[in-house]
């Protein structure tokens, strides 16, 4: 038996407790604490690390303060385009979906490109039309318009900028972050999962980190590993995989090697964070920005952190 854990995100960036208001901090504690409870009633139940991070992302995802599904940033062209990825340690076995449009929950649909098809990725039009012929639920515009989204693109398209939700910016009126969770189940079976609108103002057709296997999203029988940040930057570090990396091969334990995974990242001049938890129900939370918005539950409760200053 192990010790059950999920540990979630709701992006990094430069997130000040200057800028923040009173408000909206418990609106985003509040949005983390729903989706830890979500995943850890699965968890506790003696449920799978699967289905408890698919159910925490999907939580995340359908709250409009977070950079995934519902509250995804805006394309250069004013579209939304997201990138979710799903990874099951214990079988080795992986879907997500890229640049897709119209999908309500796109980690459901990362799923069911794992489960029912012969592949690990599917992209744009391919990919909605699977979700299609799975009936998965689908949404129109309007439900992904937030005017904050609306706004940020015309300040980042006034500027020239392709900008992370959570970047140079910060400003507490302004929504942050992908989303992402990870967990360790009783049976010591670990699973990852990452969802994100990507980057206000990318170009159509771009597509980050998430939903590279290996790269934002990562799980096998040693650790998972859930990723946010300038996603380019983590391609090119391969970075979900480096803390498994670094565990396999330099048998260092996963607080170090997930350190040293955010330190390879500053080095290369990635700025960002993720989420680990190895099969003993260890965890950690590392990053190199001003903040990450996080959170965990396991048998000792749950909590929440958002600043740099905090543990957690
Ligand atoms: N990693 C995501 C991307 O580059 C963005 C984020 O984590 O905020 O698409």
């Given at each position: 038996m192990s010790r059950p854990v999920l540990a979630i995100h709701g992006g990094a960036g430069t997130i000040l407790r200057s800028q923040m208001t009173t408000e909206l901090e418990s609106e985003y504690r509040a949005g983390l604490e729903a989706a830890l409870r979500a995943g850890w009633d699965i968890l506790e139940k003696g449920g799978s690390s699967l289905d408890a991070v698919e159910s925490a992302v999907c939580s995340l995802e359908d709250?409009?303060?977070?950079?995934?599904?519902?509250g995804s940033v805006f394309t250069h062209d004013g579209k939304n385009e997201m990138d979710a990825a799903i990874m099951h340690g214990s079988t080795l076995r992986a879907g997500a979906v890229a640049a897709?449009?119209?999908?309500?929950n796109p980690i459901k649909l990362a799923r069911l490109v794992m489960e029912?098809?012969?592949?690990?990725l599917l992209a744009s039009y391919g990919a909605v039309e699977f979700g299609e012929e799975m009936n998965v639920e689908l949404a129109d515009d309007a439900y992904f318009f937030t005017q904050q989204r609306w706004d940020q693109l015309e300040e980042a398209v006034a500027a020239g900028r392709i900008q992370?939700?959570?970047?140079?910016?910060?400003?507490?009126?302004k929504p942050f972050g992908t989303v992402g969770a990870v967990a360790c189940d009783a049976a010591g079976g670990l699973a990852a999962a990452t969802s994100t609108g990507g980057m206000?103002?990318?170009?159509?057709g771009r597509i980050g980190d998430t939903p590279i296997i290996g790269a934002g999203t990562y799980a096998d029988d040693t650790c998972a590993v859930s990723c946010t940040g300038h996603g380019e930057y983590f391609i090119l570090g391969v970075s979900a995989y480096d803390v498994v990396a670094r565990m396999r091969y330099?048998?260092?334990?996963l607080a170090d090697a997930a350190r040293e995974t955010i330190e390879h990242l500053s080095e290369i001049g990635g700025e960002g964070g993720l989420i680990a938890v190895d099969g003993n129900g260890n965890f950690t939370l590392p990053f190199n920005s001003e903040g990450m918005y996080r959170g965990y539950a396991n048998n000792d409760g749950i909590e929440t952190a958002i600043y740099s200053e905090r543990a957690v």
């Amino acid at each position: 038996m192990s010790r059950p854990v999920l540990a979630i995100h709701g992006g990094a960036g430069t997130i000040l407790r200057s800028q923040m208001t009173t408000e909206l901090e418990s609106e985003y504690r509040a949005g983390l604490e729903a989706a830890l409870r979500a995943g850890w009633d699965i968890l506790e139940k003696g449920g799978s690390s699967l289905d408890a991070v698919e159910s925490a992302v999907c939580s995340l995802e359908d709250n409009p303060l977070f950079n995934a599904g519902r509250g995804s940033v805006f394309t250069h062209d004013g579209k939304n385009e997201m990138d979710a990825a799903i990874m099951h340690g214990s079988t080795l076995r992986a879907g997500a979906v890229a640049a897709i449009r119209g999908i309500k929950n796109p980690i459901k649909l990362a799923r069911l490109v794992m489960e029912r098809t012969e592949h690990v990725l599917l992209a744009s039009y391919g990919a909605v039309e699977f979700g299609e012929e799975m009936n998965v639920e689908l949404a129109d515009d309007a439900y992904f318009f937030t005017q904050q989204r609306w706004d940020q693109l015309e300040e980042a398209v006034a500027a020239g900028r392709i900008q992370l939700d959570h970047g140079s910016r910060p400003t507490a009126g302004k929504p942050f972050g992908t989303v992402g969770a990870v967990a360790c189940d009783a049976a010591g079976g670990l699973a990852a999962a990452t969802s994100t609108g990507g980057m206000t103002n990318k170009r159509f057709g771009r597509i980050g980190d998430t939903p590279i296997i290996g790269a934002g999203t990562y799980a096998d029988d040693t650790c998972a590993v859930s990723c946010t940040g300038h996603g380019e930057y983590f391609i090119l570090g391969v970075s979900a995989y480096d803390v498994v990396a670094r565990m396999r091969y330099k048998c260092v334990p996963l607080a170090d090697a997930a350190r040293e995974t955010i330190e390879h990242l500053s080095e290369i001049g990635g700025e960002g964070g993720l989420i680990a938890v190895d099969g003993n129900g260890n965890f950690t939370l590392p990053f190199n920005s001003e903040g990450m918005y996080r959170g965990y539950a396991n048998n000792d409760g749950i909590e929440t952190a958002i600043y740099s200053e905090r543990a957690v």
